[in-house]
């Protein structure tokens, strides 16, 4: 997976809701990532640490940092924050802290997304991808401070 996988797959997000239509059937799209999501979700997620503040709805979101990639899983107790997080563990997931870091997100936007949610789960977006980012930010000076003592 190189780091120009982030760019590809929030092309294809632009792609699948391009094919999607009307914004009824995005939000059903949503609903079912969210709803896929929350079923295999793991309840030991949902510990304070794990917690994220902020947002309308109850979210955990957790991190696994393994073979120099940082893999996401969290869940919530709303489908379409769910849905919202299973995309952004679409383009981040799998990824280096240094690709997270570099690549902004823009299916947001181009999707008409951003402008099409409650005010709320904008707020509780915002949480989830600054998590993700603080995330990859720590890995990274983990990861270099690791590199400059051996």
């Keep these: 997976m190189t780091s120009d996988t982030i ?3 929030q092309q294809q997000i632009v792609s699948d809701f391009e094919l999607l239509g009307d914004w009824q059937q995005r939000y059903a799209y949503v609903i079912d990532l969210g709803k896929n999501l ?4 793991d309840s030991e997620l ?3 640490e794990n917690r994220l503040y902020g947002c309308q709805s109850n979210v955990w979101l957790s991190s696994e940092y393994k073979d120099q ?5 969290g869940t919530s107790d709303s489908v379409i924050v769910a849905g919202l997080m299973a995309l952004l563990f679409k383009v981040y997931s799998g990824q280096s802290p ?3 870091l570099s690549h902004s997100l823009t ?3 181009d999707t008409g997304l951003i402008n099409n949610i409650t005010s709320q789960r904008s707020t509780g977006l915002a949480y ?3 998590r993700i980012y603080e995330t990859a930010q720590s890995q990274q000076r983990k990861s270099t ?4 003592k051996a």
């Design 7 to 9: 760019l590809d797959t």
């Design 38 to 41: 929350i079923k295999h979700s």
């Design 46 to 48: 949902q510990t304070e």
């Design 69 to 73: 990639k940082l893999f996401f899983t």
């Design 98 to 100: 240094k690709a997270i």
């Design 107 to 109: 299916f947001l936007n």
């Design 128 to 130: 989830m991808v600054e």
């Design 145 to 148: 401070s690791h590199h400059e």
